[in-house]
């Protein structure tokens, strides 16, 4: 007999603890004497229509509250930080964690590859933050985009409607965040973050989603949203850095 998919699952059972295989019934289907192809086309079956699970409860099962073992991987740390976020102002609640739920702001979102390079080993904040605490990080995301929310109300409640609170969104701030601390060279203050979030609301941005979606398209669409999200800071502050 041949076990055309699942393997790991079967021989994680032959380890499991001997109460486990007693009581556990597992039902195994092996398929005997198929043709190449046909072996082929039983595993595209298998995988094409198989609900695979879901990204954001993958990254909430990496979570733990381990200051060390967060220190010691980067992931971990982005993974507890944002978990951490979700449980107060201005991220209470609104950060999908688990596979249910209709928040446009994922765990697997917002953990991923612009937060972990801020909080990396040469990461900005976790320069100007040295003590690398995941407290220390969250009282600055929070203070930064407070900040963002507070300055930009209305679209950070809609985000059906304005991309500011959704994965893309927080991308293109977290950018902004390491133009930020590149420019002050220092950890954040209220005035600072405040000062240059004050010149995008000067400027009337437009944070329609269905516009920003419509002018910056492609994978390197939002590094150029980025960009000009720099240009503008630039028309007050000049020096600002990208």
């Keep these: ?10 021989y994680g059972f032959v380890q499991s603890d001997a109460a486990t295989k007693s009581s556990f019934n597992l039902v195994v ?4 004497g198929l ?13 094409d229509n198989s609900r695979r699970m879901d990204p954001n409860l993958v990254a909430y ?24 976020l979700n449980g107060s102002s201005p991220f209470k609640k609104a950060i999908k964690l688990l ?10 979102g917002f953990s991923g590859y612009d ?22 990080y969250i009282g600055a995301l929070r203070l930064y985009f407070g900040i963002i929310q507070s300055v930009f109300n209305n679209e950070w409640k809609k ?7 959704t994965n893309r969104g927080i991308s293109a701030f977290l950018k902004l965040l390491k133009s930020i601390l590149k420019t002050e060279k220092q950890a ?17 941005q437009n944070w329609e989603f269905e516009y920003l979606k419509n002018t910056y398209v492609g994978s390197q669409g939002w590094k150029q949203f980025h960009r000009d999200l720099v240009k503008t800071i630039r028309k007050k502050f000049p020096k600002f850095k990208e």
């Design 35 to 47: 043709p190449q192809t046909k072996r082929r086309d039983t595993f595209i079956a298998i995988n």
């Design 1 to 10: 007999m041949e076990l055309i998919d699942g393997q790991h699952r079967l």
């Design 115 to 136: 937060l972990k390079g801020l909080i990396g080993p040469r990461g900005l904040l976790r320069k100007y933050y040295p003590n690398n605490s995941p407290h220390e």
């Design 159 to 165: 985000p059906d409607k304005y991309i500011i609170a």
């Design 61 to 84: 099962l990496k979570y733990t509250n381990d200051d060390v073992a967060c220190q010691k991987d980067g992931e971990l740390m982005a993974i507890r930080i944002v978990v951490d």
């Design 188 to 204: 954040l203050s209220p005035k600072i973050v405040g000062d240059y979030i004050a010149v995008l609301k000067a400027q009337k």
């Design 29 to 32: 289907i092996g398929i005997k």
């Design 99 to 108: 596979d249910v739920g209709e928040q446009k702001l994922t765990l697997k």
